[in-house]
């Protein structure tokens, strides 16, 4: 099946895109024409921290219906309104040094395999720019990155709905394609999560 994704564009100075390799999968999109754009042209719909929430949250009915279709939605930043099903409102990290930034993987899980925790959690020698907070994941969701003390940054649900949900407490996922370390790893690795999503795969 061909991988056909819609983003949502928050539209604004902090949400100007950069030309990504990912961009031939992906049609965007002004966020405000969500609830007109005929969605059964596409099977994965990705959403960004920039996204106007109260918007979303208005019009949830069409992502629920999404998901029902057995389609794909990728959620990218911090929910603070009950849009999006099965996930829990985002929780700030209690930090009380940088070593609270420190992330670790999940032998196994997709989207971070390979990926150097270093290139991570620092920019230019300062942390905290990958993540800052968690997520309660929902019961048997796949969990994929954590903070050390266990808490839940990036995790797969393929329970709560017919679809797939794919949550992660931060940046676009598939913004890291122009990385020029490890990172890079993460959009490779999202763009093989969605193929596999949406061709039934993992289901």
């Known amino acids: 099946m061909e991988l056909k994704i819609l983003e949502l564009s928050a ?28 969605l059964s042209n596409y099977n994965v719909l990705l959403i960004t921290y920039f996204a106007d929430q109260e918007y979303l949250y208005k019009h949830k009915h069409l992502i629920e219906n999404f998901l029902n279709d057995g389609k794909v939605v990728i959620f990218c930043g911090h ?15 209690k930090l009380n040094s940088y070593q ?4 670790k993987t999940i032998p196994g899980a997709p989207l971070f395999d390979g990926v150097e ?11 905290g720019f990958f ?14 990155l954590t903070f050390t003390d266990g808490k839940v940054i990036s995790y797969i649900d393929r329970h ?11 940046q676009n996922l598939f913004s890291y394609a122009n990385a020029t370390n ?13 193929k596999q999503e949406v061709s039934g795969g993992n289901k």
Request: net charge negative; hydrophobic share 35%; aromatic share 12%.
């Open 131 to 144: 993540a800052r907070g968690y997520y309660h994941a929902p019961e048997n969701a796949e969990v994929c």
């Open 11 to 38: 539209s604004h100075a902090f949400g100007e895109r950069t030309i990504n390799p990912m961009d031939s999968y992906i049609s965007v999109i002004d966020e405000y024409d969500f609830d007109s754009t005929d």
């Open 79 to 93: 929910l603070f309104r009950k849009w999006l099903p099965g996930c829990s409102l985002f929780m700030p990290k």
């Open 160 to 170: 709560t709905t017919n679809g797939t949900i794919i949550v992660h407490g931060g």
């Open 182 to 194: 490890t990172k890079k790893k993460i959009a490779e690795q999202a763009l093989d999560l969605v």
């Open 100 to 103: 609270d930034y420190f992330v």
């Open 117 to 127: 925790i270093e290139d991570m959690i620092c920019n230019k020698g300062v942390a």
